[in-house]
């Protein structure tokens, strides 16, 4: 009898992994603003997520791969990978000592937008109609969100752009590498070049938590980056990721209720309108990509 689960079975456990794995991301994020708001500063927050992942990956894929888990085979676009997942961190963890996770978390998921246009640019991909359309109402959305013109726009919402860019450069350069580097690779790489770009400046002004509960956290935030990473590349190899896409968008759910129950920071109407509109403008090209067999990966924000 095989021991492999029925297919039904396997696609479930998928879906259930990915959700953990984006609850892993809001865990980041409100553990970083939690974090900055008790005193410390944005760049050593970022250390500790990192510094984190990088001890957990090195213990988990050391043992079991060797050197073979840190040598890449695309030295170059790794470098690049890297350096743009640590601009969306910095900048987003920038972005929320000024701004409410929701909103954050709400410009983060109009990558599928910025994400098809630099596949354009970069990549070569073609944009039909219908999509290019898709990507103008994402881009609606944003604006509903972030709103330039009103009272409640905040300089800091620059930041979280900022980051939305740089993970959008990090998805097109993970879409580069995909069949050339294993997982371990990709995780060690992206830890530990953050680690070593960091380190020199975050001793500069080290500050330790004043509270048990500061050392907790700082102590976890790099265990949610591993946990949440882990758990969505998992969840790849049960489920394809056309079905998994959808469930990135569980963020948005958790990230208010982290921002209600923790900061109690409830989201505008504007914040949900501009929320609903980049939704279902990112699941309809989602829908597009499925319908046309395209191999379509969620892109939650990345952390």
Avoid at 33 to 49: D, I, T, Y
Avoid at 262 to 268: A, I
């Amino acid at each position: 009898m095989s021991a492999l689960k029925p297919k039904e079975d396997r696609a479930g456990a998928g879906l259930a992994l990915m959700a953990l794995g984006v609850l892993g991301f809001t865990c980041i994020d409100t553990s970083a603003k939690w974090l900055m708001l008790s005193g410390l500063g944005a760049l050593q927050v970022v250390f500790m997520r990192y510094l984190g992942h990088f001890v957990l990956a090195l213990a988990v894929f050391l043992p079991t791969q060797g050197k073979e888990a840190l040598r890449s085979q695309s030295p170059r676009l790794q470098l690049a990978r890297s350096a743009f997942l640590l601009g969306s961190t910095g900048l987003n963890f920038a972005a929320l000592q000024f701004l409410p996770i929701t909103v954050t978390t709400a410009i983060m998921f109009s990558m599928p937008v910025t994400v098809t246009l630099l596949s354009v640019l970069l990549l070569g991909e073609t944009v039909g109609l219908r999509r290019f359309l898709a990507v103008l109402a994402g881009f609606s959305g944003v604006l509903v969100v972030v709103q330039p013109w009103g009272a409640d726009f905040h300089p800091a919402m620059f930041l979280s752009l900022g980051a939305l860019c740089c993970a959008s450069l990090y998805f097109v350069v993970t879409r580069m590498l995909a069949g050339h580097e294993s997982n371990a690779t990709s995780q060690i790489w992206s830890s530990g070049l953050a680690v070593i770009c960091i380190l020199p400046f975050v001793m500069q002004s080290w500050q330790w938590p004043d509270s048990p509960i500061g050392w907790i956290v700082m102590a976890v935030i790099g265990a949610f980056g591993f946990g949440g990473h882990a758990a969505a590349t998992a969840a790849h190899r049960l489920a394809d990721a056309s079905l998994l896409a959808p469930m990135a968008y569980v963020q948005l759910i958790s990230a208010t209720a982290a921002g209600v129950l923790v900061f109690n920071s409830w989201p505008t109407i504007w914040t949900l309108v501009g929320s609903l509109i980049i939704v279902g403008s990112g699941i309809y090209i989602w829908w597009r990509e499925r319908r046309l067999g395209h191999v379509a990966k969620p892109t939650p924000p990345v952390r």
